[in-house]
């Protein structure tokens, strides 16, 4: 949770590192494009950390009032330019979100270096999160389409495959679920899917 200037530098440069190596992955032409344009997705994560910066202030003056509605009213069209609905102090730093059309919980957690690919949905069971939200744990890949519901919890490591539905807690580290259920279908780890580059230990 951001509660001072440290802290909003540290998840803003966090975040930058997310983005640029996302770049390296994309390739030259996607370094080019983000020269010339704004990553859209980017750019929602500024706006997102400096809102929480002014969310978690004790107490606001006049100024500070201004800007928490000004990044509030500036988070409102990100939401609607990319189709992320993800809210304060949900995301922990360095997550990476590739495509729009995410649906994040205002009651979930993330843990810090995640990954988010399109579509994916982590919500609640009924109105109002009475039942509870997921908490996801550090360096977690969540494949396209995954659904993540209910009061459960996501290990450090994990993959969570494409078109998943995860209704349950994933508890070991380190592994990659799948499936409708989603259920364990290997030890592969997340670290391919964050870096995509070879290990040292595997050249």
Known sequence: MIKNKEDLYYYMEKDREAYEKLQKVRGLRAKLSALI??????????????????????????????????????????????????DANVAGPGLRIVH????????????????????VTIGVFGPYNRCGAPKIGNNVFIG?????????????????GANSVVCKSILEKGITVAGIPAKKVSDTDSWWYLNRVPREDSL
Not at 49 to 74: A, D, S, V
Not at 144 to 159: F, H, K, L, P, S
């Open 37 to 86: 344009f704004k990553d859209r997705f980017f750019e929602y994560m500024k706006t997102l950390r400096k809102l929480e910066y002014y969310t978690n202030m004790p107490h606001r003056n006049i100024i500070q009032m201004i800007m928490f509605y000004y990044y509030g009213y500036k988070l409102s069209k990100a939401k609607i330019k990319t189709g992320i609905d993800l």
């Open 100 to 119: 729009g059309k995410c649906l994040f919980s205002v009651a979930s957690k993330l843990g810090s270096g995640c990954k988010v690919m399109s579509d």
């Open 144 to 160: 396209t389409g995954a659904r993540i519901i209910g009061n459960i919890e996501i290990a450090d490591d994990v993959v969570i």
